[in-house]
């Protein structure tokens, strides 16, 4: 079983800057793809930004250019810089990972989620 912890969320005015980070931890052999996704009261939940194991990023159009995101594959650990930040930007961020992990059968896959962090961007 793997478990992500997310950190980092807050209150800030608008224009400011949060890092977000979420560790996964458990019985890991490989972590494929990492990401965070957003959901805003009333909302679905939405993708933010994913990065992959060798490095590639994907991003929503309405963060490219504020939000960066990154990884240390080391520390199993994916952060989120958020700068720039909106009143619309306000939601739950949550973090997500996939690949392969232990189990007494053998390798499975498995795709977890955090239980998210609390972003809140004041005007």
């Known amino acids: 079983q793997v478990q992500l912890v997310e950190s980092g969320g807050g209150l800030v005015q608008a224009g400011g800057s949060l890092r977000l980070s979420c560790a996964a931890s458990?019985?890991?052999?490989?972590?494929?793809?990492m990401g965070w996704y957003r959901q805003a009261p009333g909302k679905q939940r939405d993708l933010v930004a994913t990065i992959a194991n060798g490095g590639t990023t994907n991003s929503a159009d309405s963060v490219k250019g504020r939000f960066i995101i990154s990884r240390d594959n080391a520390k199993n650990t994916v952060y989120l810089q958020m700068n720039s930040l909106k009143p619309e930007d306000t939601a739950v961020y949550y973090c997500?990972?996939?690949?392969?992990?232990?189990?007494?059968?053998?390798?499975?896959?498995?795709?977890?989620w955090g239980q998210g962090t609390q972003v809140t961007v004041s005007s």
């Open positions: 997500n990972a996939n690949g392969l992990g232990y189990a007494p059968s053998g390798l499975v896959i498995f795709d977890s």
């Open positions: 458990g019985s890991i052999f490989r972590i494929n793809d």
